[in-house]
C-alpha cells in the first residue's frame, strides 16, 4: 500500500530541499520539474504540444525547448500563464499518474510517495493525493530567496502574484512544513510531518 503526497509550495520556498529531506527518511520521490524537462524533448507529449501552440521560435538550434523564449510568451501576462497551464498541466499529470501507478504495482512494503509540483493544487492534486503537505515561507524571505536564485525583484514578485496566494494555499494543506528558517529547523520540521504520513499509512491498511 502506498500513501499519494502531493508536497507543494510556492516558488523559492525550498520544496525541493523539503523533497529532498523526505528520500533520506525513505520516502519515494518524484519532482514534477524533472518530469517536465523530460515531456520538453524532442519527440515527447510536451515538446509537440508547445510547437504546436507557440510555433517553431521558442526552439534552439538544436530542436530543444528555449526556456528563456517559453517563459516571455507564457509569463506576459495572466491569459498567457492560464494557457501554458491549461496545455502542459494534463499531459504532466498524466505521467504522474503513470509514475505512481507502476510504483503501486511495484512489490515491497508500505511506502510514502511524494509528488513535488510547484502547481499541484492548481492542477487539481486535492482530488489525486491522499495527503497535501505546503512547504510555508513568510513573503520577506520567499522574496529574498527568489533573488538569490538570480530573478529580478520584478520578475520575482511578478511570479509570486501570478501563483495562487499563500493564504489560500495553505488552506488545502493537510500539513504545513515551516520552511523560513535554517536548514536544522527544515529537518526537524520534515521529520514532524514524516512521522504523521507515517500514522496516516499504517491507519489505511
Same mark, same amino acid.
Given at each position: ?29 518524484? &519532482? ?29 538550434? &538544436? ?91 520584478? &520578475? ?25 528558517? &535554517? ?23
Amino acid at each position: 500500500m502506498i500513501l499519494r503526497t502531493g508536497l507543494t509550495g510556492g516558488i523559492a520556498s525550498g520544496k525541493s530541499t523539503i523533497a529532498r529531506l523526505f528520500a533520506t527518511l525513505g520516502c519515494i520521490t518524484a &519532482d514534477a520539474d524533472q518530469i517536465v524537462a523530460r515531456l520538453y524533448q524532442p519527440g515527447e507529449a510536451g515538446h509537440e504540444a508547445l510547437v504546436r501552440s507557440y510555433g517553431s521560435g521558442i526552439l534552439l538550434a &538544436d530542436g530543444t525547448i528555449d526556456r528563456r523564449k517559453l517563459a516571455d510568451v507564457a509569463f506576459a501576462s495572466d491569459e498567457s500563464a492560464k494557457a501554458l497551464n491549461a496545455l502542459i498541466h494534463p499531459i504532466v499529470v498524466a505521467e504522474e499518474g503513470r509514475l505512481i501507478a507502476a510504483e503501486e504495482q511495484r512489490e515491497g512494503g508500505d511506502r510514502i510517495v511524494i509528488v513535488e509540483a510547484t502547481l499541484l493544487i492548481e492542477a487539481g492534486g486535492k482530488d489525486r493525493y491522499d495527503r497535501i503537505v505546503v512547504v510555508d515561507v513568510d513573503p520577506e524571505t520567499q522574496l529574498a530567496r527568489a533573488i538569490a536564485r538570480g530573478m529580478t525583484p520584478e &520578475d520575482a514578485a511578478r511570479r509570486i502574484a501570478r501563483q495562487m496566494s499563500r493564504e489560500e494555499r495553505l488552506r488545502y494543506a493537510d500539513y504545513v512544513i515551516d520552511n523560513s528558517g &535554517d536548514p536544522k529547523a527544515a529537518e526537524a520540521e520534515t521529520r514532524r510531518v514524516f512521522e504523521a504520513l507515517q500514522r496516516d499509512l499504517a491507519a489505511r491498511r
